[in-house]
């Protein structure tokens, strides 16, 4: 048997279509699970594109980031940049980071999974098997694992063309855009504004596997086209919405892209529904297959990394995986306050990570180029 | 290490074999055989003691003897219960087609009963809302032969003049009357049937105010009414009063409202063809032709107006012509305001006909 | 080292009944002695052109007499043996005292047919033989170069099964003539009787079901692979050739596709994924559907189905799994028998079985016509071991999608494709151009661009030579 190397890397590859395709996946996480509680007046559309353009200047000094040395270098880029101890801080301040964004991933599409498709069967099992499926992906190794975001674009990109028949439904109208313009007493939702950002969050991850991203120049170029794409997507789900359910009728509803799968009829299936959040496991068992090996790339370097990598070390990652979601769905996760408290965190740290960590990496190598020169 | 990964493995295949039989994380049992999928629900109100009463009808086979069952109940979902303990297979309502609802229920408010259906995740939205009349359950009772299977060939009428729009019978189903439940300034409408003996006949269209059921359209009134809607398309088009059929019709309709919500003014651009006329009315000139066309527009023109003052009167919008006061750029204005500017608003109809006679005109 | 000598050579073929040892005297008095294994020469051509010749010679030497043999002095016994067991006449020189080896081996074989496991209808119709000589010299026929490469390796401690290592010079990546040198080379087994025996010791996941090596007959097929940058290795005394490295992709691809209009092999081809993907899943689809999810079918099917369902005495999971395996006995005894039984068989088996089932409530109609349907479908696919692999695939899909419905299936897809992607080819993955993503081999991947548009050799591959036509283009 061959030796077992989870983070080795072989070959060099343009790779700028990974960065691609993973920041997209990346950023279309949430889209089941948090839009609706979103987009719920027409005018909130220009959230979307205004925060998809905060979004690119994370990107932009994230490119920064790609553009140096430092990410071809490894780990040891990392060391060089914030020392032995600074890693180490890093690692640690990100586990939680990651474990809350694990749990919170799962945690709610297995209460999707649960509404709409097995509504009698426990959501835990629902936590359980997608995890057991992306440890075993996971132990494929990091440089599969970043390739294989292809077949995962593959399996998902046409869940986009089945939104296509809302916007030819004949009792559509235009009216359903309006207004456009947010006019009234309610405030400007600021936490909305929030939301939408922590939605599309999550590129910031793209720091720690950019070893086998193979970093270049060019890499502003696709984060911006991935990015753009994202916007895209959540713009044109979100008009979809907003045509078939109308202003008033869309905040009553709890996952609107969903409902609008199930009123999809096709010659051989009804509830087309059903497959679409099944599908959706492909995104979900990837994304967790990517974190799980985070997890325990980060426990690697808290503990000691000089030690070989072996497979019962990403599956103990994947049992304190299990057990932290298990934990918080089985009793923190009532629904009401407990729930909106975890989508209020998630968005919290969602949104600080995805600003503070580029910017922390920025400062580093600013400060890094000036003690050099 | 590999001896250990070999026995997970063959413990693991074992573990998933043995699963289909019968250990299995899934309380619920969907077995096609061993359940009743059924297509409708008829819920009758007006009961003394507050009650209602729903039936339907089992089993979906065709080739078996059909029989239907009814409960008095306070809650729908009562009913369902109460059907899996008189019926040996268990019902199940994913497959849900109909909704059937007296009359009598409807005018004192549905929101209940839809807020029960929505609920229940098994439930399509596609499902269909019908208003009945008369005694629903005689007409169930006169189909249960052996080779009958009415439920399923009412919903494929249904299905049928859904699919192309039709503007033959009105057909709504659970999310368009949602949406007009919830939309600010207009009003849902449904279907009316009335069973008569082992007939349905499609009697009309219920107009509602918010949930309740207030008024209701039928015959000729009926059909004009499918002009108003957009591109829609009408088979034939009767009008008795003129001894003229119109066929082929299609219907295009503009809405303008005047900007301080005093008029409004509806134009209908109507193509199709004269398919049948009285054999007392001749047109073999220019002249007879455009006599009648202006004859036809002046009384299509009376007739939207009369069902226009109507809806105005009842202070109702099935149109969803109070959609039009959205605006891009300003606030949408709320229903109280809406209910006064259109009860008393001015209207001006115009209709166009755009006609190909039978024969050739001279 | 062993000298040669008669009495030991006489020891070593002691017991073999067609070995023979034969002396023969010149007019001159000279005396040579003869020795071979008479099943595995030409016993006509030794008698033409070697005994007569060489009795009636006047010459003094074996070598002077047979200007036009190849002779071989052979000095030690080990290497007399095995040119014995290889086909060769010794031939012993008593007055000099030498031995020497004429090369005559008996070249029976088989006539070069057509292929019967990759029949196509237009195109080249020639097969490899049993014969290895004659299979290279097919391909050298269609890519008459130098840089053509052949490299030998003996392997088999008892079948001493010769390999060839075929590939084109300066054109395919190094790397993988490098790997598949190591991995011969390593090779540590008694019996090779066919290429797959070869291929499981050079793959790197034996125990995937998925097949890493192309096994092919086809001359024209090879040369394309090798044209494209791969290498193929061929074993002696079989027919089939391995191709590598290969993706997952090639093992949906016929030599047809570039036989056909370019649009009409464009439709083909993705008609053969999604055939493969139906025989593995349409069956579990039934399963999941109504064992778990009655709400998805529409209402006309939902009325066939419960029909069809209403009396049966089996659960959906245990009826399909009866009708497959059924149905996978069927399809195996009509393979052993011969051509006119299995005829019988098939009509018995189909219609008979699958009648009679039916009538006597013992599957569902459905069932039946599904699972024709994907049976069928799993003959499109051109590969023979993945249509045997398929079912296995399918039965797994079937056990998900009665333990988890629909959501089972996607799992078991999800599974299977993380499974795909970590597999390797001769250490390249087996993904190939979709992961890792080379997006210009595409026009060659799930449609089949036009010849124009493949100006440029498989980036998967990364071949020396890029370019398939001679102006380069920027």
């Given at each position: 048997m061959r030796a077992i190397s989870l983070f080795r890397k072989t070959s060099q590859q343009e790779s700028g279509f990974y960065a691609l395709f993973l920041t997209n996946r990346l950023q279309m996480l949430h889209y089941m699970i948090v839009m609706p509680t979103v987009l719920v007046q027409p005018y909130m559309l220009w959230v979307i594109v205004v925060v998809g353009i905060l979004s690119q200047f994370c990107l932009y000094i994230l490119s920064k980031w790609f553009a140096s040395p430092y990410p071809a270098q490894g780990c040891q880029g990392f060391e060089k940049l914030f020392g032995k101890t600074g890693i180490k801080i890093l690692a640690l301040v990100s586990l939680p980071f990651l474990m809350l964004k694990i749990s919170f991933i799962s945690v709610s599409y297995a209460d999707i999974m649960q509404h709409f498709v097995f509504p009698s069967m426990d959501r835990e099992w629902h936590i359980v098997f997608p995890i057991i499926l992306s440890c075993y992906l996971a132990l494929f190794g990091m440089e599969n694992m970043v390739r294989f975001v292809t077949i995962v674009i593959i399996g998902m990109i046409w869940i986009l063309f089945l939104y296509i028949p809302f916007f030819l439904l004949p009792s559509n109208s235009i009216h359903d855009l309006y207004p456009l313009v947010p006019i009234g007493p309610e405030p400007f939702a600021w936490k909305s504004l929030l939301l939408v950002f922590s939605s599309l969050s999550g590129p910031e991850y793209l720091i720690a596997i950019s070893y086998w991203l193979s970093p270049q120049r060019k890499m502003l170029k696709y984060l911006t086209i991935a990015n753009a794409i994202s916007v895209g997507e959540y713009l044109f789900i979100s008009i979809a919405s907003l045509l078939f359910y109308g202003s008033n009728y869309l905040p009553t509803i709890k996952y609107p892209s969903v409902e609008m799968g199930r009123y999809l009829q096709s010659p051989i299936f009804e509830r087309v529904d059903i497959i679409l959040i099944s599908a959706y496991m492909f995104s979900i068992i990837y994304l967790l297959a990517l974190f799980a090996l985070m997890v325990y790339g980060a426990s690697r370097l808290l503990g000691k990394a000089k030690k070989g990598t072996s497979r019962l070390g990403l599956i103990v990652s994947g049992c304190a995986m299990v057990t932290c979601t298990l934990s918080i769905s089985k009793w923190f996760w009532e629904p009401g306050i407990e729930q909106t408290f975890w989508l209020e965190l998630q968005m919290w740290a969602g949104s600080s990570s995805y600003l503070l960590l580029p910017l922390l990496v920025w400062f580093a190598m600013k400060r890094k180029a000036r003690t050099t020169s | 290490m590999t001896r250990f990964l070999r026995t997970t493995i063959v413990l693991l295949a074992s573990f998933l074999m043995i699963l289909p039989c019968g250990c299995v994380p899934?309380?619920?049992?969907?077995?096609i055989e061993e359940i009743t999928p059924i297509i409708f629900w008829s819920v009758k109100g007006g009961r003394e003691d507050g009650k209602i009463t729903i039936s339907t009808l089992v089993p979906p086979l065709s080739k078996e003897k059909k029989r239907v069952l009814t409960l008095n109940v306070s809650l729908l979902n009562e009913g369902n219960k109460g059907f899996n303990l008189i019926y040996h297979n268990e019902l199940k309502a994913g497959q849900i087609r109909l909704l059937f609802v007296d009359e009598a229920y409807a005018k004192r408010g549905l929101t209940s009963l839809i807020n029960t259906v929505l609920t229940d995740?098994?439930?399509?939205?596609?499902l269909f809302l019908v208003i009945t009349k008369g005694n629903f359950d005689e007409f169930l009772a006169k189909h249960l032969d052996e080779k009958d299977s009415i439920d399923f060939y009412l919903y494929r009428m249904f299905k049928h003049y859904e699919k192309k729009k039709q503007g033959e019978i009105t057909v709504v189903n659970l999310h368009q009357f949602m949406k007009m439940l919830y939309s600010q300034v207009s009003d849902p409408q449904l279907p009316v049937f009335r069973a008569e003996g082992e007939q349905l006949l499609y009697e009309g269209t219920a107009l509602f105010d918010w949930d309740r059921m207030v008024a209701e359209i039928r015959g000729q009134d009926d059909q004009i009414s499918q002009l108003l809607y957009r591109d829609r398309f009408v088979r034939y088009l009767v009008l008795p009063d003129l001894s003229v059929t119109l066929g082929h019709i299609r219907a295009h309709t503009r809405k303008k409202l005047t900007s301080d919500l005093s008029s409004l003014s509806i134009e209908i651009d109507v193509k199709g063809r004269i398919d049948e006329l009285d054999s007392l009315t001749r047109i073999e000139d220019n002249f007879q032709y455009v006599a009648l066309t202006q004859k036809i527009e002046r009384y299509l023109e009376e007739n939207v107006f009369h069902l226009l003052s109507q809806m105005q009167h009842l202070r109702i919008d099935p149109l969803q012509i109070g959609g039009l006061t959205i605006k891009p750029f300003s606030r949408p204005i709320t229903r109280d305001t809406w209910d006064r500017h259109w009860s008393t608003m001015k209207i001006n109809v115009k209709v166009r006909l755009h006609l190909e006679p039978l024969t050739k005109v001279k | 080292m062993t000298a040669i000598s008669l009495e030991a050579l006489e020891q070593s073929l002691a017991l073999m009944e067609d070995a023979e040892i034969i002396n023969r005297q010149t007019p001159d008095g000279l005396h040579f002695t003869f020795i071979y294994i008479g099943t595995i020469i030409d016993q006509e051509r030794l008698n033409e052109s070697i005994m007569e010749p060489l009795v009636r010679s006047f010459q003094s030497s074996v070598e002077k007499s047979l200007i036009t043999a190849k002779i071989t002095r052979l000095f030690n016994l080990e290497q007399a043996l095995q040119d014995l067991l290889k086909g060769s006449v010794l031939v012993h020189d008593s007055s000099s005292g030498r031995w020497n080896a004429i090369l005559l081996p008996n070249s029976l074989s088989r006539s070069i047919e057509t292929s019967e496991t990759e029949t196509i209808m237009f195109g080249p119709k020639d097969s490899f033989s049993e014969q290895l000589e004659q299979n290279i010299l097919l391909i050298r026929r269609r890519l008459p170069l130098t840089a053509l490469k052949t490299e030998r390796y003996t392997v088999g401690s008892l079948t001493q099964t010769t390999v060839v290592l075929m590939y084109i010079d300066g054109l395919i990546n190094p790397e993988f003539v490098d790997y598949a040198k190591n991995k011969l080379s390593s090779i540590d087994f008694d019996m090779f009787l066919d290429s797959s025996h070869v291929a499981a010791f050079i793959e790197d996941h034996y125990h995937s079901i998925f097949p890493q090596y192309l096994q092919t007959d086809r001359p024209d097929s090879c040369a394309h692979s090798l044209g494209i940058g791969k290498l193929v290795i061929f074993v002696n005394n079989t027919p089939f050739a391995l191709v590598a490295p290969i993706t997952l992709f090639h093992l949906f691809q016929s030599p047809e596709d570039y036989i056909n209009r370019w649009l009409v092999a464009s439709f083909l081809r993705p008609l053969r994924y999604l055939s493969f993907l139906l025989s593995i899943t349409l069956i579990p689809f039934y399963v999941a559907l109504t064992t778990h999810h009655y709400q998805m079918l529409p209402l006309q099917i939902l009325y066939v189905i419960i029909e069809s369902r209403s009396k049966l005495p089996l659960s959906p999971f245990w009826e399909a799994f009866i009708i497959l395996i059924t149905l996978e006995i069927i399809k195996e005894a009509s393979l052993r028998m011969p051509t006119k039984t299995s005829q019988n068989l098939g009509v018995i088996g189909g219609i008979v079985i699958g009648q009679a089932a039916v009538e006597a409530g013992f599957a569902s109609k459905v069932l039946i016509v599904l699972a024709g349907i994907s049976a069928i479908s799993t003959f499109l696919v051109p590969n023979y071991l993945v249509t045997k692999s398929s079912l296995l695939l399918q039965f797994m899909f079937l056990i998900f999608a009665s333990y988890l419905g629909i959501p089972g299936i996607l799992l078991g897809l999800v599974g299977m494709l993380a499974h795909l992607n970590g597999l390797t080819s001769l250490n390249q993955p087996y993904l190939a151009p979709v992961s890792p993503f080379y997006w210009r081999d595409w026009v060659d991947l799930f449609v089949r661009g036009p010849l124009h548009a493949m100006s440029i050799r498989p980036d998967a591959l990364r071949p020396l030579n890029k370019y398939r036509v001679s102006r380069r283009r920027k």
């Amino acid at each position: 048997m061959r030796a077992i190397s989870l983070f080795r890397k072989t070959s060099q590859q343009e790779s700028g279509f990974y960065a691609l395709f993973l920041t997209n996946r990346l950023q279309m996480l949430h889209y089941m699970i948090v839009m609706p509680t979103v987009l719920v007046q027409p005018y909130m559309l220009w959230v979307i594109v205004v925060v998809g353009i905060l979004s690119q200047f994370c990107l932009y000094i994230l490119s920064k980031w790609f553009a140096s040395p430092y990410p071809a270098q490894g780990c040891q880029g990392f060391e060089k940049l914030f020392g032995k101890t600074g890693i180490k801080i890093l690692a640690l301040v990100s586990l939680p980071f990651l474990m809350l964004k694990i749990s919170f991933i799962s945690v709610s599409y297995a209460d999707i999974m649960q509404h709409f498709v097995f509504p009698s069967m426990d959501r835990e099992w629902h936590i359980v098997f997608p995890i057991i499926l992306s440890c075993y992906l996971a132990l494929f190794g990091m440089e599969n694992m970043v390739r294989f975001v292809t077949i995962v674009i593959i399996g998902m990109i046409w869940i986009l063309f089945l939104y296509i028949p809302f916007f030819l439904l004949p009792s559509n109208s235009i009216h359903d855009l309006y207004p456009l313009v947010p006019i009234g007493p309610e405030p400007f939702a600021w936490k909305s504004l929030l939301l939408v950002f922590s939605s599309l969050s999550g590129p910031e991850y793209l720091i720690a596997i950019s070893y086998w991203l193979s970093p270049q120049r060019k890499m502003l170029k696709y984060l911006t086209i991935a990015n753009a794409i994202s916007v895209g997507e959540y713009l044109f789900i979100s008009i979809a919405s907003l045509l078939f359910y109308g202003s008033n009728y869309l905040p009553t509803i709890k996952y609107p892209s969903v409902e609008m799968g199930r009123y999809l009829q096709s010659p051989i299936f009804e509830r087309v529904d059903i497959i679409l959040i099944s599908a959706y496991m492909f995104s979900i068992i990837y994304l967790l297959a990517l974190f799980a090996l985070m997890v325990y790339g980060a426990s690697r370097l808290l503990g000691k990394a000089k030690k070989g990598t072996s497979r019962l070390g990403l599956i103990v990652s994947g049992c304190a995986m299990v057990t932290c979601t298990l934990s918080i769905s089985k009793w923190f996760w009532e629904p009401g306050i407990e729930q909106t408290f975890w989508l209020e965190l998630q968005m919290w740290a969602g949104s600080s990570s995805y600003l503070l960590l580029p910017l922390l990496v920025w400062f580093a190598m600013k400060r890094k180029a000036r003690t050099t020169s | 290490m590999t001896r250990f990964l070999r026995t997970t493995i063959v413990l693991l295949a074992s573990f998933l074999m043995i699963l289909p039989c019968g250990c299995v994380p899934l309380p619920e049992n969907n077995m096609i055989e061993e359940i009743t999928p059924i297509i409708f629900w008829s819920v009758k109100g007006g009961r003394e003691d507050g009650k209602i009463t729903i039936s339907t009808l089992v089993p979906p086979l065709s080739k078996e003897k059909k029989r239907v069952l009814t409960l008095n109940v306070s809650l729908l979902n009562e009913g369902n219960k109460g059907f899996n303990l008189i019926y040996h297979n268990e019902l199940k309502a994913g497959q849900i087609r109909l909704l059937f609802v007296d009359e009598a229920y409807a005018k004192r408010g549905l929101t209940s009963l839809i807020n029960t259906v929505l609920t229940d995740p098994n439930i399509s939205k596609r499902l269909f809302l019908v208003i009945t009349k008369g005694n629903f359950d005689e007409f169930l009772a006169k189909h249960l032969d052996e080779k009958d299977s009415i439920d399923f060939y009412l919903y494929r009428m249904f299905k049928h003049y859904e699919k192309k729009k039709q503007g033959e019978i009105t057909v709504v189903n659970l999310h368009q009357f949602m949406k007009m439940l919830y939309s600010q300034v207009s009003d849902p409408q449904l279907p009316v049937f009335r069973a008569e003996g082992e007939q349905l006949l499609y009697e009309g269209t219920a107009l509602f105010d918010w949930d309740r059921m207030v008024a209701e359209i039928r015959g000729q009134d009926d059909q004009i009414s499918q002009l108003l809607y957009r591109d829609r398309f009408v088979r034939y088009l009767v009008l008795p009063d003129l001894s003229v059929t119109l066929g082929h019709i299609r219907a295009h309709t503009r809405k303008k409202l005047t900007s301080d919500l005093s008029s409004l003014s509806i134009e209908i651009d109507v193509k199709g063809r004269i398919d049948e006329l009285d054999s007392l009315t001749r047109i073999e000139d220019n002249f007879q032709y455009v006599a009648l066309t202006q004859k036809i527009e002046r009384y299509l023109e009376e007739n939207v107006f009369h069902l226009l003052s109507q809806m105005q009167h009842l202070r109702i919008d099935p149109l969803q012509i109070g959609g039009l006061t959205i605006k891009p750029f300003s606030r949408p204005i709320t229903r109280d305001t809406w209910d006064r500017h259109w009860s008393t608003m001015k209207i001006n109809v115009k209709v166009r006909l755009h006609l190909e006679p039978l024969t050739k005109v001279k | 080292m062993t000298a040669i000598s008669l009495e030991a050579l006489e020891q070593s073929l002691a017991l073999m009944e067609d070995a023979e040892i034969i002396n023969r005297q010149t007019p001159d008095g000279l005396h040579f002695t003869f020795i071979y294994i008479g099943t595995i020469i030409d016993q006509e051509r030794l008698n033409e052109s070697i005994m007569e010749p060489l009795v009636r010679s006047f010459q003094s030497s074996v070598e002077k007499s047979l200007i036009t043999a190849k002779i071989t002095r052979l000095f030690n016994l080990e290497q007399a043996l095995q040119d014995l067991l290889k086909g060769s006449v010794l031939v012993h020189d008593s007055s000099s005292g030498r031995w020497n080896a004429i090369l005559l081996p008996n070249s029976l074989s088989r006539s070069i047919e057509t292929s019967e496991t990759e029949t196509i209808m237009f195109g080249p119709k020639d097969s490899f033989s049993e014969q290895l000589e004659q299979n290279i010299l097919l391909i050298r026929r269609r890519l008459p170069l130098t840089a053509l490469k052949t490299e030998r390796y003996t392997v088999g401690s008892l079948t001493q099964t010769t390999v060839v290592l075929m590939y084109i010079d300066g054109l395919i990546n190094p790397e993988f003539v490098d790997y598949a040198k190591n991995k011969l080379s390593s090779i540590d087994f008694d019996m090779f009787l066919d290429s797959s025996h070869v291929a499981a010791f050079i793959e790197d996941h034996y125990h995937s079901i998925f097949p890493q090596y192309l096994q092919t007959d086809r001359p024209d097929s090879c040369a394309h692979s090798l044209g494209i940058g791969k290498l193929v290795i061929f074993v002696n005394n079989t027919p089939f050739a391995l191709v590598a490295p290969i993706t997952l992709f090639h093992l949906f691809q016929s030599p047809e596709d570039y036989i056909n209009r370019w649009l009409v092999a464009s439709f083909l081809r993705p008609l053969r994924y999604l055939s493969f993907l139906l025989s593995i899943t349409l069956i579990p689809f039934y399963v999941a559907l109504t064992t778990h999810h009655y709400q998805m079918l529409p209402l006309q099917i939902l009325y066939v189905i419960i029909e069809s369902r209403s009396k049966l005495p089996l659960s959906p999971f245990w009826e399909a799994f009866i009708i497959l395996i059924t149905l996978e006995i069927i399809k195996e005894a009509s393979l052993r028998m011969p051509t006119k039984t299995s005829q019988n068989l098939g009509v018995i088996g189909g219609i008979v079985i699958g009648q009679a089932a039916v009538e006597a409530g013992f599957a569902s109609k459905v069932l039946i016509v599904l699972a024709g349907i994907s049976a069928i479908s799993t003959f499109l696919v051109p590969n023979y071991l993945v249509t045997k692999s398929s079912l296995l695939l399918q039965f797994m899909f079937l056990i998900f999608a009665s333990y988890l419905g629909i959501p089972g299936i996607l799992l078991g897809l999800v599974g299977m494709l993380a499974h795909l992607n970590g597999l390797t080819s001769l250490n390249q993955p087996y993904l190939a151009p979709v992961s890792p993503f080379y997006w210009r081999d595409w026009v060659d991947l799930f449609v089949r661009g036009p010849l124009h548009a493949m100006s440029i050799r498989p980036d998967a591959l990364r071949p020396l030579n890029k370019y398939r036509v001679s102006r380069r283009r920027k």
